[in-house]
């Protein structure tokens, strides 16, 4: 190793200008000022500036679908007026695709874990990760552009021919913003990929991984393959609208068939880009908060591959009722189902490893177990979806609305917050309001469940999705769906408020609040710059029998003296 | 030009050992020779009528031609097999994405005709005299 | 940047703690400080290459199967436009981009050797080649807007360069000459639309004099209601509809060819989405190479510390990939 670099010159401008945080460094003050976080290369603030930036569309999405919610919570014009309601229905779906779901696991927590749970330094690429992250903010701005010049009310789908003749301003703007979120995704998902190969530490296979990786290698994995065929549709979206190309758009020989083709195709495998990692977040949820090995570890891992792939031949059940061919209809409907077998490999293993668990029902685990319920709803409906004759009455309806949100929010952003709870110590170092957690939880699972299992009802009743007006006899249901939306809001807003406040006033955080096994429970909350002084070697991260509760640390700590794999450099950093 | 035969790892009898492979100049050389042969080739293979052949050679050839870049100038061939699965990977699922898209485009029914169907408009004519559905097109219905 | 404090540097003991806020990329050493090896460091940077390289195969992709299904439903489209495209000048460019991809190999062959000025005279070749390309590239397009072979309705504009008809594939050396006719072309074009409210009646001054020769001229590109007529039948909604446009571009101009088929302009409209984005990555070639060549001219490259050039080769050779591709599909079809 004659090739290290001793500190140059630009080097010591970063070096930690706070000497306060004891004997071990913090990477939230190794260097002060919002430029060393803007351009900074750490993993782990870049996850944090993700993590901000995907809770702030969160919030605006989310107020966009308040807005939604309330207007229909009574039959004719309530609040505002149709073509706004247009707006509005597209920017929640748009911003909370693009901007939040799709961002919301793999590129703030993934990111901030994803390095330190194998024992790395950093991500392969730390610059490109940068840069990632800069796309993504770029993309964010056009999106927001886009509602200056007038938003735009083709649904977050861009179907054409609509798309290329709707009057709105906004479609060009928010068209070349996904473009560019689009390579956000793929720079991550390309840095994780070759994070995962290139940068495991010795030991470490890749069945010793916890499946947290697994699940986001094959998000990965999914965001290189299918992203960039979006992000060529969409740009033909943007040249047919600008220079009438005649590809997609009838008026000139186009076929609008073929842009839905091409727009499933990414965007079912984007289905799973959001809801893959939220499973293994999941996994790993269950396994630590239960102190119980993971059931069937191999079946989940491949389960998780197994969906990327099955994940791109079955973009088609999006379009039977769109003129797609009884051919390809028949054949999509068919490998449509296979995927509820993964799935439920999954769900089954996590339900076995509860079984004789010592289960600590702390907020993580609340939402890992209503996870496992919606997750459960969801995926069953969509099979009601996936058949082709059922799929014709209830297609654009609120039942595909209720499913999609089932899994998209009920799952997804389920996922994502159980993993936001259980990584939230570690990120910040304080321990939040466990009471006030509990009781936000309870007011989401009861509001998402009052809103969205409404609309099975309604859907299956026929009312139509993205109508601003409805009979007398859909009101009940709308009424009692937008008041759950209201309970639901009252959740995330009481979860903003504990977690904002525990990085004022929440308890210090222990190494291992939880009795996690994986190496991210190894080094201090919040995790030194360098994460490990030494690349540490691991043993099987869900084995617990190693990890007992210490009075001392006010926290559990790995008793190395059961596992001999452990090599003893790494105990510096988890005490 | 070709001082490098070797087909191994060369080191030169330098001080470190290479990371990566060498490729010999008269291997690169070869290998453009060949690719402008086959450029010529498949050009002079578009004047000559051979039907729907015509399409299948000059395919042919370019797939040839781009084996041929993949393997000598990106040094695929000597790469690491994750890369290889990398590359003929993402070209599996281009001929996924056109497949299943050229498979779905060619079952399209004709969904529009020279008026309706004989029973359909019977059954209009006999029901319905006065319901003006007749779909009226330009466009002659097929066979 | 903040107080400096050299005795809170907890780390300082560790040799490799350099978080990458140097420029690592560019300055020695060439290994970050998150790799163990240089190996690793080489592997990765080249695995990250190689995914990057996919997602290029799948950029274009899309746009194959756009092609591929364009071609399946309208074979006679491409068989027909395809004559407009210069055969002979696409084989030139495939002939220069192959010579560009060799000089790039031998590029990495001689920085991996650490032949610094053999490296360099590689590079500054390929972007010759490069530049080379563009500039045919550029000829070519210049000469189809002049004659009006464009995407979507542009296509169907009234076609004023009839010059084109006489003077084939060497159009853009008198393209020059013909711009004054083409004004008095164009004025006698629109004078005749406004005498005359019908078709046929506009078509007569201009295209009567000069039909197309044959498939290797350059024909205008033109439409007329002959030309709609005996279309075969069509089998799809998207056809009909075009039908429709045909109405509704009739107050334009066209131009009288029995043969051209319906929907014509789409095959220009894929050509130019697929050969432009290939356009596009061969200027970003460009600046890529000239990238290279600046450092390699400052000494940054040898036989330890190659992967830049190696994998700009690769980009630049999947670059290359993409034409050999194009060139089949768009200028030879018979």
Redesign the interface.
């Known amino acids: 190793?004659t090739?290290?670099?001793?500190?140059?010159?630009?080097?010591?401008?970063?070096?930690?200008?706070?000497?306060a945080q004891g004997?071990?460094?913090n990477y939230l003050t190794w260097?002060?000022?919002a430029?060393?976080w803007i351009f900074t290369?750490?993993h782990k603030r870049i996850g944090v500036m993700y993590l901000a930036g995907v809770l702030i569309s969160f919030l605006i999405g989310g107020l966009f679908a308040l807005i939604v919610r309330t207007e229909l919570i009574a039959p004719g014009a309530t609040i505002i007026e149709p073509s706004t309601y247009n707006l509005f229905f597209t920017l929640h779906g748009a911003v909370m695709v693009f901007l939040v779901i799709i961002p919301s696991i793999p590129a703030s927590l993934g990111n901030f874990v994803l390095p330190i749970m194998l024992g790395?330094?950093?991500v392969?690429?730390?610059?490109?990760n940068l840069f990632s992250f800069h796309l993504w903010i770029i993309g964010a701005i056009f999106v927001v552009l886009s509602l200056l010049l007038g938003g735009f009310d083709t649904g977050w789908t861009f179907y054409t021919p609509y798309s290329t003749t709707t009057e709105t301003g906004g479609v060009v703007p928010v068209l070349f913003g996904v473009f560019i979120l689009g390579f956000s995704s793929?720079f991550t998902g390309?840095?994780f990929?070759?994070t995962v190969?290139?940068?495991r530490p010795p030991g470490m296979t890749w069945f010793r991984m916890p499946l947290f990786l697994w699940a986001i290698y094959s998000t990965a994995l999914i965001q290189?393959?299918?992203?960039?065929?979006l992000?060529?549709?969409l740009m033909?979206v943007g040249?047919e609208r600008a220079?009438?190309?005649?590809?997609f758009d009838?008026?000139?020989?186009?076929?609008p068939?073929?842009f839905q083709?091409?727009f499933w195709?990414y965007s079912h495998p984007a289905v799973y880009i959001m809801i893959l990692p939220a499973m293994g977040i999941i996994s790993d949820l269950i396994a630590v908060h239960s102190h119980r090995h993971i059931f069937g570890y191999r079946f989940i891992a491949y389960s998780s591959v197994a969906i990327a792939i099955f994940s791109?031949?079955v973009w088609?059940h999006h379009m039977f009722t769109s003129?797609?061919?009884?051919?390809?209809n028949t054949?999509f409907s068919a490998i449509t189902f296979s995927v509820a077998v993964p799935s439920a490999i999954k769900i089954f293993n996590w339900l076995a490893t509860l079984y004789k668990g010592s289960i600590a029902l702390n907020t993580p685990m609340l939402y890992a177990l209503g996870f496992i319920f919606l997750f459960t709803i969801g995926g069953l409906t969509g099979l009601y979806l996936g058949t082709l004759n059922t799929d014709v009455h209830l297609h654009d309806t609120y039942f595909v609305v209720a499913h999609f949100h089932y899994v998209m929010m009920g799952s997804a952003l389920i996922g994502f917050i159980g993993g936001l709870h259980h990584w939230w110590p570690k990120m910040f170092g304080r321990m939040y309001n466990e009471k006030l957690g509990i009781i936000a939880f309870t007011l989401v699972f009861i509001g998402f469940n009052v809103t969205f299992f409404t609309q099975f009802m309604l859907g299956s009743k026929g009312m139509p999705r993205r109508y601003y007006d409805y009979q007398p006899e859909f009101e009940i249901y709308h009424f009692i769906s937008t008041i759950g939306s209201y309970v639901m809001a009252a959740g995330f807003f009481l979860t903003a408020y504990y977690l904002l406040a525990s990085l004022f006033s929440g308890k210090k955080a222990p190494a291992n609040p939880w009795g996690g096994r994986s190496l991210e429970w190894q080094c201090t909350s919040p995790p030194?710059?360098?994460n490990f002084?030494t690349?540490p070697t691991v043993g099987d991260c869900y084995d617990f029998s190693v990890v007992r509760w210490s009075d001392e640390e006010d926290g559990y700590v790995i008793d190395r003296s059961k596992d001999p794999e452990i090599a003893p450099s790494s105990a510096h950093s988890g005490h | 030009m070709s001082a490098h035969a070797k087909n191994d790892h060369d080191h030169g009898g330098l001080e470190q050992p290479l990371v990566g492979h060498l490729v010999p100049i008269s291997v690169l050389v070869w290998t453009a020779l060949a690719l402008l042969f086959l450029t010529a080739a498949t050009v002079a293979v578009r004047y000559v009528d051979a039907g729907q052949f015509n399409m299948v050679i000059a395919l042919g050839i370019a797939v040839i031609k781009a084996t041929l870049v993949a393997l000598f100038f990106m040094h695929l061939r000597w790469d690491k097999p994750f890369n290889q699965l990398v590359f003929f990977g993402c070209i599996a699922f281009v001929v996924l994405l056109i497949a299943l898209t050229v498979l779905d485009t060619g079952q399209y029914a004709p969904t529009v005709f020279d008026g309706n169907p004989d029973d359909v408009q019977a059954a209009l004519d006999a029901n319905a005299p006065e319901a003006p559905i007749t779909l009226k097109t330009g466009v002659s219905s097929p066979d | 940047m903040t107080a400096i404090d050299a005795n809170s540097n907890p780390p300082s003991d560790s040799p490799d703690h350099d978080h990458g806020h140097g420029g690592h990329e560019s300055e020695n050493p060439f290994q970050a400080h998150h790799f163990d090896t240089p190996d690793q460091q080489f592997e990765s940077a080249k695995l990250g290459m190689w995914l990057f390289l996919g997602t290029e195969i799948l950029f274009f992709g899309a746009l194959f199967a756009l092609y591929t299904i364009l071609r399946a439903n309208d074979p006679e489209v491409f068989s027909y436009a395809s004559q407009y495209l210069d055969t002979i000048l696409g084989g030139v460019n495939t002939a220069v981009l192959i010579l560009s991809s060799l000089t790039m190999a031998m590029a990495v062959h001689f920085a991996q050797r650490s032949k610094k000025t053999l490296m360099l005279i590689c590079l500054w070749l390929t972007l010759l080649g490069a530049i080379g390309f563009l500039v045919i590239k550029y000829f070519e397009y210049e000469h189809k807007f002049h004659v009006n072979l464009k995407w979507g309705p542009g296509f169907y504009m009234p076609v004023d360069e009839q010059e084109a008809t006489v003077v084939g594939d060497d159009g853009t050396v008198l393209s020059v000459v013909q711009e004054d006719e083409l004004a008095v072309a164009k004025e006698t074009a629109k004078l005749a639309a406004e005498a005359e409210e019908s078709l046929p009646a506009f078509v007569d001054p201009l295209i009567g004099a000069v039909p197309p020769v044959d498939a290797t001229t350059v024909a205008p590109a033109a439409i007329g209601p002959g030309g709609i007529s005996a279309v075969k039948p069509v089998e799809k909604i998207a056809a009909d509809r075009a039908a429709e446009g045909h109405v509704e571009h009739s107050d334009k101009p066209h131009l009288e060819d029995q043969d051209l088929p319906v929907n014509t302009h789409r095959f220009f409209a894929i050509y130019y989405a697929m050969t432009g984005l290939h356009g596009i990555h061969v200027v970003v070639g460009i600046v890529m190479i000239l990238w290279l060549i600046v450092k390699g001219m400052k000494g940054h490259f040898d036989r330890r510390h190659y992967a830049p050039v190696d994998l700009g080769g690769l980009y630049w050779h999947i670059v290359d990939l993409v034409w050999i591709f194009l060139f089949p599909l768009f200028y030879l079809i018979h």
């Open positions: 190793m090739t290290i670099d001793t500190a140059n010159k630009s080097d010591i401008a970063d070096m930690p200008a706070a000497g004997p071990v460094d260097t002060k000022g430029i060393s290369l750490d790395a330094k950093d392969a690429f730390p610059r490109l793929i390309l840095n990929v070759v190969h290139k940068m290189i393959l299918a992203t960039p065929v992000a060529i549709t033909l040249i220079f009438q190309i005649g590809i009838p008026a000139m020989g186009g076929d068939v073929l083709h091409f195709f791109f031949l088609g003129g797609q061919s009884a051919l390809l054949i030194p710059h360098d002084k690349t």
